[in-house]
Protein backbone atom coordinates (compact mmCIF):
# COMPACT_ATOMS: atom_id res chain seq x y z
CA UNK A 1 0.00 0.00 0.00
CA UNK A 2 1.29 3.30 -1.19
CA UNK A 3 1.60 6.78 0.97
CA UNK A 4 -1.50 7.66 -1.29
CA UNK A 5 -3.56 4.89 -0.67
CA UNK A 6 -3.05 4.68 3.08
CA UNK A 7 -4.12 8.15 2.97
CA UNK A 8 -7.38 7.33 1.08
CA UNK A 9 -8.68 4.24 3.96
CA UNK A 10 -12.00 5.02 3.87
CA UNK A 11 -12.63 6.94 1.19
CA UNK A 12 -16.04 6.30 -0.11
CA UNK A 13 -16.44 8.68 -3.44
CA UNK A 14 -17.96 7.84 -6.42
CA UNK A 15 -13.99 7.00 -7.77
CA UNK A 16 -10.84 5.13 -6.50
CA UNK A 17 -7.98 7.45 -5.83
CA UNK A 18 -4.95 5.86 -8.24
CA UNK A 19 -7.88 5.56 -10.83
CA UNK A 20 -7.44 9.13 -11.43
CA UNK A 21 -3.84 9.95 -10.13
CA UNK A 22 -1.01 7.76 -9.74
CA UNK A 23 1.91 8.55 -6.87
CA UNK A 24 4.96 9.68 -8.43
CA UNK A 25 7.28 6.74 -7.18
CA UNK A 26 10.56 8.47 -8.37
CA UNK A 27 11.07 10.98 -5.40
CA UNK A 28 10.24 11.88 -1.75
CA UNK A 29 7.19 13.80 -2.41
CA UNK A 30 3.90 12.93 -2.69
CA UNK A 31 3.08 14.04 -6.33
CA UNK A 32 0.08 13.65 -7.99
CA UNK A 33 -0.06 13.02 -12.01
CA UNK A 34 -3.25 12.84 -14.23
CA UNK A 35 -2.88 9.69 -16.63
CA UNK A 36 -4.48 11.05 -20.01
CA UNK A 37 -1.47 14.11 -19.55
CA UNK A 38 0.71 11.51 -18.59
CA UNK A 39 0.89 9.80 -22.01
CA UNK A 40 2.71 13.12 -22.77
CA UNK A 41 6.31 12.77 -22.47
CA UNK A 42 6.68 16.54 -23.88
CA UNK A 43 4.87 17.72 -20.72
CA UNK A 44 5.70 17.81 -16.60
CA UNK A 45 2.66 17.80 -15.29
CA UNK A 46 1.92 17.56 -11.38
CA UNK A 47 -0.66 18.45 -8.28
CA UNK A 48 1.03 18.55 -4.40
CA UNK A 49 -0.24 17.97 -1.51
CA UNK A 50 0.11 19.51 2.21
CA UNK A 51 2.43 16.51 3.36
CA UNK A 52 6.62 16.38 2.89
CA UNK A 53 7.80 19.59 3.68
CA UNK A 54 9.02 22.11 6.19
CA UNK A 55 6.23 24.02 7.14
CA UNK A 56 4.92 24.53 10.80
CA UNK A 57 1.36 24.43 12.21
CA UNK A 58 -1.18 26.03 10.23
CA UNK A 59 0.66 25.81 7.19
CA UNK A 60 2.00 21.73 7.99
CA UNK A 61 3.65 20.92 6.51
CA UNK A 62 4.15 21.52 2.62
CA UNK A 63 2.99 25.16 2.21
CA UNK A 64 4.17 26.86 -1.22
CA UNK A 65 3.15 30.46 -0.82
CA UNK A 66 4.61 33.28 0.76
CA UNK A 67 1.35 34.90 1.06
CA UNK A 68 -0.47 33.46 3.73
CA UNK A 69 1.73 34.16 6.60
CA UNK A 70 4.26 31.27 6.59
CA UNK A 71 7.97 31.62 7.17
CA UNK A 72 9.52 32.85 3.95
CA UNK A 73 12.59 30.48 4.91
CA UNK A 74 10.24 27.53 5.27
CA UNK A 75 8.30 28.34 2.20
CA UNK A 76 11.46 28.45 0.36
CA UNK A 77 12.38 24.75 1.72
CA UNK A 78 9.46 23.49 0.09
CA UNK A 79 9.56 25.67 -3.54
CA UNK A 80 13.55 23.73 -3.63
CA UNK A 81 12.51 20.08 -2.54
CA UNK A 82 9.49 20.38 -5.09
CA UNK A 83 12.50 21.84 -8.20
CA UNK A 84 14.91 19.00 -7.08
CA UNK A 85 12.19 15.97 -6.80
CA UNK A 86 10.90 17.46 -10.94
CA UNK A 87 14.66 17.56 -11.40
CA UNK A 88 14.42 20.91 -12.71
CA UNK A 89 15.65 24.50 -11.42
CA UNK A 90 14.09 26.54 -8.61
CA UNK A 91 13.77 29.51 -11.60
CA UNK A 92 12.27 27.46 -13.65
CA UNK A 93 9.05 28.34 -11.58
CA UNK A 94 7.13 30.70 -12.55
CA UNK A 95 4.28 32.42 -10.50
CA UNK A 96 1.70 35.29 -10.56
CA UNK A 97 -0.30 37.17 -8.36
CA UNK A 98 -3.46 35.62 -7.71
CA UNK A 99 -6.45 37.65 -7.46
CA UNK A 100 -9.46 35.89 -8.65
CA UNK A 101 -9.90 38.23 -11.79
CA UNK A 102 -9.85 37.12 -15.60
CA UNK A 103 -6.47 38.38 -16.14
CA UNK A 104 -4.66 36.25 -18.35
CA UNK A 105 -0.57 36.42 -18.79
CA UNK A 106 1.48 35.12 -21.72
CA UNK A 107 5.11 34.02 -20.06
CA UNK A 108 7.50 34.15 -21.92
CA UNK A 109 11.68 33.62 -21.37
CA UNK A 110 11.66 37.35 -19.44
CA UNK A 111 9.10 36.76 -17.14
CA UNK A 112 10.68 32.88 -16.19
CA UNK A 113 11.19 32.93 -12.24
CA UNK A 114 8.96 35.17 -11.92
CA UNK A 115 7.41 35.24 -8.22
CA UNK A 116 9.96 32.05 -7.07
CA UNK A 117 12.01 33.77 -4.49
CA UNK A 118 10.28 36.91 -3.91
CA UNK A 119 6.30 37.79 -3.85
CA UNK A 120 7.21 41.02 -4.97
CA UNK A 121 8.45 39.91 -8.65
CA UNK A 122 5.22 37.64 -9.32
CA UNK A 123 3.14 38.63 -12.21
CA UNK A 124 0.88 41.29 -11.55
CA UNK A 125 -3.16 40.07 -10.90
CA UNK A 126 -2.84 37.31 -13.32
CA UNK A 127 -5.09 34.30 -12.40
CA UNK A 128 -3.99 32.34 -15.88
CA UNK A 129 -1.20 31.83 -17.53
CA UNK A 130 -0.22 30.02 -21.05
CA UNK A 131 2.88 29.59 -22.60
CA UNK A 132 5.13 27.82 -25.33
CA UNK A 133 8.43 28.39 -24.06
CA UNK A 134 10.41 25.19 -22.97
CA UNK A 135 11.73 25.21 -19.15
CA UNK A 136 8.89 27.45 -17.88
CA UNK A 137 6.92 26.17 -14.77
CA UNK A 138 3.84 27.71 -14.61
CA UNK A 139 2.70 27.23 -11.22
CA UNK A 140 -0.20 28.38 -8.74
CA UNK A 141 -1.26 27.97 -5.78
CA UNK A 142 -5.04 26.55 -4.39
CA UNK A 143 -6.48 25.64 -0.87
CA UNK A 144 -10.13 24.71 -2.38
CA UNK A 145 -10.10 26.73 -5.37
CA UNK A 146 -9.88 25.04 -8.67
CA UNK A 147 -7.00 24.16 -10.72
CA UNK A 148 -7.41 23.48 -14.45
CA UNK A 149 -4.52 22.40 -16.66
CA UNK A 150 -4.40 22.55 -20.36
CA UNK A 151 -2.23 21.38 -23.00
CA UNK A 152 -2.10 21.35 -26.58
CA UNK A 153 -0.32 18.64 -27.91
CA UNK A 154 -0.57 19.31 -31.32
CA UNK A 155 1.36 22.92 -31.21
CA UNK A 156 2.77 22.66 -27.63
CA UNK A 157 0.96 25.10 -25.85
CA UNK A 158 0.67 25.00 -22.07
CA UNK A 159 -1.84 26.81 -20.29
CA UNK A 160 -2.97 26.98 -16.18
CA UNK A 161 -5.82 28.56 -14.40
CA UNK A 162 -6.85 29.45 -11.06
CA UNK A 163 -10.90 29.27 -10.71
CA UNK A 164 -12.61 30.13 -7.53
CA UNK A 165 -16.24 31.23 -7.52
CA UNK A 166 -15.77 34.50 -8.82
CA UNK A 167 -12.96 33.10 -11.64
CA UNK A 168 -15.43 30.28 -12.73
CA UNK A 169 -18.55 32.67 -12.53
CA UNK A 170 -16.31 35.69 -14.69
CA UNK A 171 -15.54 31.98 -17.26
CA UNK A 172 -11.63 32.38 -16.53
CA UNK A 173 -11.14 28.69 -17.82
CA UNK A 174 -13.52 29.57 -21.19
CA UNK A 175 -11.55 32.86 -21.76
CA UNK A 176 -8.29 30.68 -21.14
CA UNK A 177 -8.60 28.64 -24.27
CA UNK A 178 -10.42 31.45 -26.33
CA UNK A 179 -6.83 33.20 -25.57
CA UNK A 180 -5.07 29.91 -26.47
CA UNK A 181 -7.09 30.10 -29.73
CA UNK A 182 -6.67 33.74 -30.87
CA UNK A 183 -2.62 33.82 -29.92
CA UNK A 184 -1.39 30.44 -31.23
CA UNK A 185 -4.84 29.10 -33.34
CA UNK A 186 -5.42 26.39 -31.34
CA UNK A 187 -7.49 24.01 -32.47
CA UNK A 188 -10.48 22.48 -29.60
CA UNK A 189 -9.69 19.22 -30.55
CA UNK A 190 -6.18 18.90 -29.73
CA UNK A 191 -6.49 20.67 -26.29
CA UNK A 192 -6.45 18.27 -22.94
CA UNK A 193 -7.39 18.95 -19.92
CA UNK A 194 -7.68 18.30 -16.26
CA UNK A 195 -9.59 20.00 -13.53
CA UNK A 196 -7.76 19.27 -10.15
CA UNK A 197 -9.04 18.77 -6.46
CA UNK A 198 -10.86 21.27 -4.76
CA UNK A 199 -13.28 22.17 -2.80
CA UNK A 200 -16.69 19.63 -3.81
CA UNK A 201 -19.84 20.19 -4.41
CA UNK A 202 -20.46 18.26 -1.36
CA UNK A 203 -19.23 20.93 0.36
CA UNK A 204 -19.18 23.89 -0.87
CA UNK A 205 -21.96 25.91 0.04
CA UNK A 206 -22.60 29.30 -0.89
CA UNK A 207 -25.10 32.11 -0.29
CA UNK A 208 -27.73 34.23 -2.21
CA UNK A 209 -25.10 36.54 -3.61
CA UNK A 210 -23.09 33.27 -5.41
CA UNK A 211 -26.35 31.83 -6.23
CA UNK A 212 -27.44 34.48 -8.03
CA UNK A 213 -24.16 35.21 -10.48
CA UNK A 214 -24.68 31.29 -11.60
CA UNK A 215 -27.67 31.74 -12.40
CA UNK A 216 -27.15 34.96 -14.51
CA UNK A 217 -23.84 33.31 -16.37
CA UNK A 218 -25.07 29.24 -16.61
CA UNK A 219 -29.17 30.24 -16.53
CA UNK A 220 -29.88 26.70 -18.45
CA UNK A 221 -27.25 24.62 -16.04
CA UNK A 222 -29.61 24.37 -12.56
CA UNK A 223 -27.69 21.15 -11.52
CA UNK A 224 -24.93 23.71 -11.06
CA UNK A 225 -26.16 24.09 -7.45
CA UNK A 226 -27.83 21.47 -5.39
CA UNK A 227 -29.87 21.59 -2.32
CA UNK A 228 -31.28 25.05 -2.32
CA UNK A 229 -32.42 25.83 0.94
CA UNK A 230 -35.92 28.33 1.68
CA UNK A 231 -33.25 30.88 3.03
CA UNK A 232 -31.29 30.69 -0.58
CA UNK A 233 -28.31 28.53 -0.03
CA UNK A 234 -27.27 25.77 -1.88
CA UNK A 235 -23.94 23.70 -3.20
CA UNK A 236 -22.03 24.71 -6.23
CA UNK A 237 -20.14 22.89 -8.26
CA UNK A 238 -17.37 24.46 -9.19
CA UNK A 239 -15.76 21.14 -11.08
CA UNK A 240 -19.12 20.95 -13.71
CA UNK A 241 -19.17 24.36 -13.86
CA UNK A 242 -15.35 24.71 -15.28
CA UNK A 243 -15.79 21.53 -17.19
CA UNK A 244 -18.84 23.05 -18.57
CA UNK A 245 -16.67 26.17 -20.12
CA UNK A 246 -14.67 23.45 -21.73
CA UNK A 247 -17.01 21.35 -23.12
CA UNK A 248 -18.77 25.38 -24.21
CA UNK A 249 -15.29 25.95 -26.67
CA UNK A 250 -15.74 22.51 -28.42
CA UNK A 251 -13.19 20.81 -26.60
CA UNK A 252 -14.29 17.07 -26.46
CA UNK A 253 -15.70 15.50 -23.23
CA UNK A 254 -12.83 12.73 -23.83
CA UNK A 255 -9.98 15.43 -23.87
CA UNK A 256 -11.39 16.40 -19.92
CA UNK A 257 -10.32 14.66 -16.72
CA UNK A 258 -11.53 15.46 -13.46
CA UNK A 259 -9.92 14.54 -10.17
CA UNK A 260 -13.35 14.23 -8.50
CA UNK A 261 -11.44 15.31 -5.12
CA UNK A 262 -12.65 17.34 -2.41
CA UNK A 263 -10.42 19.44 -0.70
CA UNK A 264 -12.81 19.96 2.37
CA UNK A 265 -13.26 15.91 2.68
CA UNK A 266 -9.84 15.45 2.18
CA UNK A 267 -7.88 17.76 4.46
CA UNK A 268 -5.33 15.48 5.52
CA UNK A 269 -4.04 15.58 2.05
CA UNK A 270 -4.95 19.05 0.79
CA UNK A 271 -5.05 22.39 2.25
CA UNK A 272 -8.73 23.66 2.67
CA UNK A 273 -9.25 26.67 3.48
CA UNK A 274 -13.09 26.55 4.62
CA UNK A 275 -11.94 23.50 6.49
CA UNK A 276 -8.71 25.35 8.50
CA UNK A 277 -10.87 28.50 9.05
CA UNK A 278 -9.22 30.93 6.25
CA UNK A 279 -5.77 30.51 7.89
CA UNK A 280 -4.08 28.06 5.87
CA UNK A 281 -1.55 26.74 3.22
CA UNK A 282 -1.74 26.10 -0.39
CA UNK A 283 -0.91 23.33 -2.26
CA UNK A 284 0.20 23.50 -6.26
CA UNK A 285 -0.54 22.94 -9.59
CA UNK A 286 1.87 23.22 -12.17
CA UNK A 287 3.24 22.22 -16.04
CA UNK A 288 6.06 22.91 -18.04
CA UNK A 289 7.07 22.06 -21.58
CA UNK A 290 10.40 19.68 -22.10
CA UNK A 291 13.29 20.41 -23.25
CA UNK A 292 12.68 19.01 -26.09
CA UNK A 293 16.19 18.38 -27.16
CA UNK A 294 16.98 16.29 -23.93
CA UNK A 295 14.14 14.61 -23.77
Not at 97 to 108: A, K, L
Not at 138 to 164: E, M, S
Not at 224 to 244: D, P, R, T
Request: hydrophobic residues 35%.
Amino acid sequence: MTILERNMVGFKGNIKLNSYFKEDELNCLPLFLFPGLSKYQEILHFITTRQGGYSLPPFHTFNLAFHVGDKEDNVLKNRSKLAQSLHISLQSFTISNQVHGTCISIVGQDERGSGTADISTALKESDAMITDQENICLLIFVADCVPVILYDRQKNIVALVHAGWQGTVSLITQKTVYKMQSHWGCDSKDIVCAIGPSIGPCCYQVGPEVFSRVREVFPEEEYLINSVSAEGMGYFNLWEANKLQLLNCQIPEKNIEVAGLCTYCHSDLFFSSRKDGGHTGRFSAGIMLKNQKRA
